[in-house]
């Protein structure tokens, strides 16, 4: 599903949700510029998915139509077919990334992030008999499923033999950051792109 059918299905689901929402709630909600919020609403409706009404006179309200409700649910589906491949995606790419891991190299693993990324890489884990000692993240979280949190300084008194970074937007600056720590550069391995 690309960029523009994510926008569309955010959009559609909030305006479902709440036709009285403003420009400026959806803009954040998108992480884009209102005026692009702006140009996004006049599509939808030119395309027939919204029908924009004004009332009373001065609060515009957003309405989907029956061929927006369809445009939902076709983006719905496509949606979660993307998330179940990408899903499957990493669980391949975690379990390649593990095969080196056997007896004699430990099997013990740091999870650097506490996403929905992290729990799918603690899920994939378990099922290849990996122990994972616990997860870093800067947030004031104590326990991630079951497991203490720590910050990335206190690593060093861990026992582990890898660290796995989940954090694709941040992983360059996480791997650092675990350097700086004390932990060897080749006990980093991230979910994202080679670093």
């Known amino acids: 599903m690309d960029l523009q059918g994510q926008r569309d299905l955010l959009l559609l689901s909030e305006l479902d949700r709440d ?17 692009l919020t702006n140009l996004y609403l006049k599509r939808l409706a030119r395309k027939g998915y919204i ?42 790419r975690l379990k390649e990334m593990m095969s080196t891991f056997d007896a004699s190299h430990g099997q013990r693993v740091v999870i650097y992030g506490t996403t929905e990324l992290a729990e799918l890489a603690y899920l994939s884990l378990r099922e290849m ?25 206190r690593i060093a008194g861990w026992q582990f033999d890898r660290v796995l970074i989940a954090d694709l937007e941040h992983a360059a600056a996480c791997e650092e950051q675990l350097v700086q720590s004390g932990v060897p550069r080749e006990k980093v391995m991230s979910l994202g792109l080679r670093l």
């Open 19 to 35: 036709g009285g929402a403003t420009q400026r709630t959806l803009a954040t909600k998108l992480g884009v510029a209102l005026g």
């Open 51 to 92: 029908k924009v009404t004004t009332i009373p006179r001065n609060r515009i309200r957003y309405l989907l139509t029956p061929q927006g409700f369809a445009e939902k649910s076709r983006l719905t589906y496509l949606y979660m077919q993307y998330s179940l491949s990408y899903y499957r995606d990493m669980r391949i």
């Open 129 to 153: 008999n990996i122990d994972c000692v616990g997860f870093i993240d800067g947030g004031l979280r104590e326990s991630f499923l079951s497991c203490p949190v720590f910050s990335p300084d």
